[in-house]
């Protein structure tokens, strides 16, 4: 897997290129968190929840101020995660974003197609380091369809991801389970489902 954004894959510096964004998630992670959807990840998973995410096309360019402000606006959220696409492959800004919300008390945890050994190696995507030593949570490797779990009871949606407790602090708070669904209605009437489908058929 190379583990760099594709050549014409251009970022302006400050910004993220995110696919969607809720508050309240309770199947993201621990608590009641915000999620960022980053936009782009060239795995394309069989059986991936969120294909839309795949192309590394600019979708929607937000400044990391203004994301985290938005965060921030809503008491609610005790942590944010990042999932995707892959976080990794805009880590720079996923970092300065975690740095911002943690000054401010919230939790961060991350999805990811890496494993963290990938995340540790010389070669791996720019910033890792730096988003790795915010995270207090990361789910690593790569979502195969052949090795799904479809439980109440797992945290993971394959057998072969990781839980990593990367600040003891949560080692008790690992208590969502990825089988589980959220659809989050918007102001303008659209819908975010969130969570994972598993063997759910939605009309």
Not at 57 to 77: F, H
Not at 148 to 154: K, Q, R
Request: aromatic share 8%; glycine share 8%.
């Amino acid at each position: 897997m190379n583990q760099t954004l594709p050549p014409e894959t251009v970022i302006a510096p400050d910004y993220l290129n995110i696919m969607g964004y809720v508050d309240e998630s309770e199947v993201n992670g621990p608590g009641s968190r915000a999620v960022v959807w980053v936009q782009g990840c060239a795995r394309e998973c069989p059986g991936c929840f969120n294909p839309a995410s795949w192309s590394f096309e600019t979708n929607q360019l937000i400044p990391i101020s203004q994301l985290a402000e938005k965060i921030l606006s809503n008491p609610n959220n005790e942590g944010v995660t990042f999932s995707g696409g892959e976080p990794f492959w805009q880590a720079i800004a996923l970092a300065e974003l975690a740095k911002i919300l943690k000054a401010k008390g919230l939790n961060v945890m991350s999805f990811t197609g890496f494993t963290l050994p990938q995340l540790q190696a010389a070669d791996a995507p720019p910033g890792a380091a730096e988003l790795l030593e915010q995270l207090d949570i990361l789910i690593d490797g790569p979502y195969v369809e052949s090795l799904a779990i479809h439980s109440p009871d797992s945290p993971v949606s394959s057998r072969n991801q990781k839980v990593r407790i990367l600040n003891p602090a949560f080692a008790d708070r690992i208590t969502w389970a990825s089988d589980q669904m959220e659809i989050h209605i918007l102001k303008d009437g659209s819908r975010i489902i969130t969570g994972f489908r598993g063997q759910m058929d939605l009309i």
